[in-house]
């Protein structure tokens, strides 16, 4: 099985600062690699997909990049919305694993 | 739109049963494989159970396997959860999720979950 294993565990940034959380994989998975955030008493939703490609609706400010065992999620001016855990998840191999979250947080 | 409700949760007791049902709406339902993804409370999000789209291929995660019972109706645009010996490391929210691409796909829509509270 494929462990993910994201970092830091705990962010904290400013509105308006950059931002970078990173997501590593025990093994390569390619480019099937997706990010989700979810904000607390919501349930989680898809910002990217195949490691860069943004979902419908999701805002140029994220970006993602990477490949094989080494990704991250990008956020390029962060917004008071994006105060958030996120997640990482491999789908190259079974069982689809999840990392143990990143939570950004206003400094 | 894509709208996916799960029910079924509930406060059961460790050895007992729930079935948890996740009706789909906004899309063509028998084209999407699923997946059952459940958090339990302060935790992460965890990957429980999968299945194809015509419910011919299922896959469960190991803590589950030989308890849970994932299974479909397409003609009702429903997924299902059937949970049984339940423990208490099983209290979570349950999330049904459409999935999109390899292996389990990624998952592009989440309904609002389910609660299931396992507790004597």
């Known amino acids: 099985e494929i462990v993910m294993t994201q970092s830091p565990a705990t962010l904290s940034r400013s509105p308006g600062e950059r931002a970078t959380l990173s997501c590593r994989a025990s093994?390569?998975?390619?480019?099937?690699l997706a990010w989700y955030q979810q904000k607390p008493g919501q349930a989680p939703r898809l910002l990217i997909y195949?490691?860069?490609t943004r979902a419908t609706g999701i805002p140029a400010r994220f970006s993602g990049s990477g490949s094989g065992t080494e990704f991250t999620l990008t956020f390029s001016s962060l917004q008071s919305e994006d105060f958030a855990v996120y997640y990482c998840?491999?789908?190259?191999?079974?069982?689809?694993?999840f990392g143990q979250g990143t939570r950004l947080e206003i400094k | 739109e894509v709208q996916l409700v799960e029910s079924g949760g509930g406060l059961v007791q460790p050895g007992g049963s729930l079935r948890l049902s996740c009706a789909a709406s906004?899309?063509?339902?028998?084209?999407?494989?699923m997946n059952w993804v459940r958090q339990a409370p302060g935790k992460g999000l965890e990957w429980v159970s999968y299945?194809?789209?015509?419910?011919?291929?299922?896959y469960y995660t190991d803590s589950v396997t030989g308890r849970f019972t994932i299974s479909r109706d397409n003609a009702k645009n429903s997924l299902y959860l059937q949970m049984n010996s339940l423990r208490a490391e099983d209290t979570a929210v349950y999330y049904c999720?459409?999935?999109?691409?390899?292996?389990?796909?990624?998952?592009?829509?989440w309904g609002q979950g389910t609660e299931v509270t396992v507790s004597s």
């Open positions: 999720t459409r999935a999109s691409g390899p292996v389990a796909g990624k998952a592009d829509y």
């Open positions: 906004g899309f063509s339902f028998n084209i999407y494989s």
């Open positions: 299945i194809s789209s015509t419910g011919s291929t299922m």
């Open positions: 093994q390569s998975v390619g480019n099937n």
């Open positions: 195949g490691a860069s």
């Open positions: 998840q491999q789908y190259n191999n079974w069982p689809p694993f």
